[in-house]
């Protein structure tokens, strides 16, 4: 197997060139927006790699990328592959900023290798560009990931917004399928604004919540008895007929909670239980 001797000298000697051609490649492979990336920023990054790349060929193994010397190299490629995961590149121009390199590497191997040694070379440059390529792909498949999760974790907060109705009156409007996730997202929200608003009666509004089965009506028993044990008293509103047909055929016991057919009527409920007087006043003429 070679030693990388010749590859490394290539990386040294004939690195502003190997530059320019590795450029010009990925901007005419890749048909570079200009929207994701400035070609400064591009040719940034290709420099910073081909820094990196240098110096992990001097120290380590060509077999294998995976060892200490090659951990800058890897924290290059996972730094790359996570701004490209967030300016919205795809998987495939990801790894193209690995396997481009391989035509500018390759015509350099042909000008210098030894005829006897150039399909040795060619492979082993191949090999080693092929680990990279499998590395960043899988690294920007990881940061996609997280940005994915991260977004739905704050499009959870997002809709299962607590709001304040009155003094010591918190809602929090369910809209949507209600699974463990997001009643974990419901309940620290609520428990939060509860201590925060200092409220003594919450509203659990589930209107918008297209089913009840008894996964959800579970999730519904235990925010009421985490809100109970903050001080706070629960109602449920948006009890429909269908609703409660169900609640009733499943056997769910709502043990003292209360429960309205609309969110005017449970605030109607939640004021008076809060010591106010709602009362209708003629309109002024």
């Known amino acids: 197997m070679p030693d990388g001797t010749l590859l490394q000298r290539l990386l040294a000697e004939d690195a ?4 320019d051609d590795w450029t010009r490649e990925q901007i005419a492979s890749t048909s570079l927006r200009r929207d994701l990336i400035s070609e400064t920023e591009l040719r940034q990054q290709s420099a910073d790699f081909l820094a990196a790349l240098r110096e992990a060929v001097a120290r380590g193994s060509l077999e294998s990328v ?11 490629l996972s730094s790359v592959s996570r701004s ?5 590149f795809s998987p495939s121009d990801t790894a193209r900023f690995v396997f481009s ?14 005829p006897e040694r150039l399909g040795d070379e060619t492979w082993t440059v191949s090999s080693l560009l092929d680990q990279l390529g499998l590395f960043i792909t899988e690294s920007f498949q990881k940061s996609r990931e997280e940005v994915i999760a991260r977004q739905q974790q704050e499009l959870m907060e997002l809709s299962t917004p607590v709001v304040k109705i009155w003094e010591g009156v918190v809602a929090v409007p369910l809209i949507g399928t209600l699974d463990s996730a997001r009643t974990q997202v419901v309940m620290e929200n609520l428990l939060g604004r509860i201590v925060e608003n200092g409220a003594s009666v919450a509203i659990i509004d589930i209107t918008g919540v297209p089913t009840v089965d008894t996964l959800v009506a579970q999730h519904l028993i235990k925010t009421v008895a985490a809100a109970r044990l903050m001080g706070a ?22 043990e003292n909670v209360t429960t309205k057919a609309s969110l005017a009527d449970a605030i109607l409920v939640a004021l008076r239980a809060t010591g106010y007087t709602v009362a ?3 309109p002024r003429s």
């Open 233 to 254: 008293e629960c109602i449920i509103s948006g009890i429909r007929p269908q609703i409660a047909q169900t609640i009733v055929h499943l056997g769910v016991v709502l």
């Open 280 to 282: 209708r006043v003629a």
């Open 66 to 76: 995976a060892g200490p010397e090659w951990a800058p190299v890897r924290d290059l």
């Open 84 to 88: 490209r995961a967030l300016q919205g």
């Open 16 to 19: 502003g060139r190997l530059l």
């Open 101 to 114: 390199l391989k035509a500018p590497l390759f015509a350099r191997l042909r000008e210098h290798a030894p």
